[in-house]
T-cell receptor, first 111, second 113 residues
């Protein structure tokens, strides 16, 4: 079945440094979504990517969808303490329409 | 109610006991989901419902059952709880619009002893 792998599992950065998390699927995806979960909170939708090679930006966050629609990345420029949390990707398989979450990348930011 | 709610917030349960986690949404979303979240494993789908009256199995359905009698409510039942079901449980819903984003409830922290 479909597997969605996300790396790294943890990332600790100094405030102002950049951060990137990567998501890879074992199968081709119809779309990929990204969610953020603050400590003690629930996942909150950030964005969805649908097109091959798509790049979307939200302020300091840049999301990319790979050309083969099997991988994606989230890059945060100049992290702030408000970026702390766990970032999850969730890919929907093109073949069976199942959506699977990655294990998440937990980001901590040192002020 | 605004959005999606879950009850209880947390629960400690003896092994072998029956437990129902409640989930209610007021967004008139057709689809609803139950996930469990365990450290290092992310969110794993237990059961889902695409519309009232229908349910389906997710990635980890064993030991759990659901019902969807109406659009708003989607309870999750553990018939006989076991310690491996200790987890944080999230209910979610989606409206089937373009983004099909999922809206999550605040979660239920369940400990089975």
């Amino acid at each position: 079945g479909q597997q969605v792998m996300q790396i790294p599992q943890y990332q600790h950065v100094q405030e102002g440094e950049d951060f990137t998390t990567y998501c890879n699927s074992s199968t081709t995806l119809s779309n990929i979504q990204w969610y953020k979960q603050r400590p003690g909170g629930h996942p909150v939708f950030l964005i969805q990517l649908v097109k091959s090679g798509e790049v979307k930006k939200q302020k300091r966050l840049t999301f990319q969808f790979g050309e083969a629609k099997k991988n994606s990345s989230l890059h945060i420029t100049a992290t702030q303490t408000t970026d702390v949390g766990t970032y999850f990707c969730a890919g929907t398989s093109l073949t069976d329409n199942d959506m699977r979450f990655g294990a998440g990348t937990r980001l901590t930011v040192k002020p | 109610i605004a959005g999606i709610t879950q009850a209880p917030t947390s629960q400690i349960l003896a092994a072998g006991r029956r437990m129902t986690l409640r989930c209610t949404q007021d967004m008139r979303h057709n689809a609803m989901y139950w996930y469990r979240q365990d450290l290092g494993l992310g969110l794993r789908l237990i059961h889902y419902s695409n519309t009232a009256g229908t349910t389906g199995k997710g990635e980890v359905p064993d030991g759990y059952s659901v019902s969807r009698a109406n659009t708003d409510d989607f309870p999750l039942t553990l018939a006989s709880a076991v310690p491996s079901q200790t987890s944080v449980y999230f209910c979610a819903s989606s409206g089937g619009d373009y983004y099909n984003e999922q809206f999550f409830g605040p979660g239920t922290r369940l400990t089975v002893l």
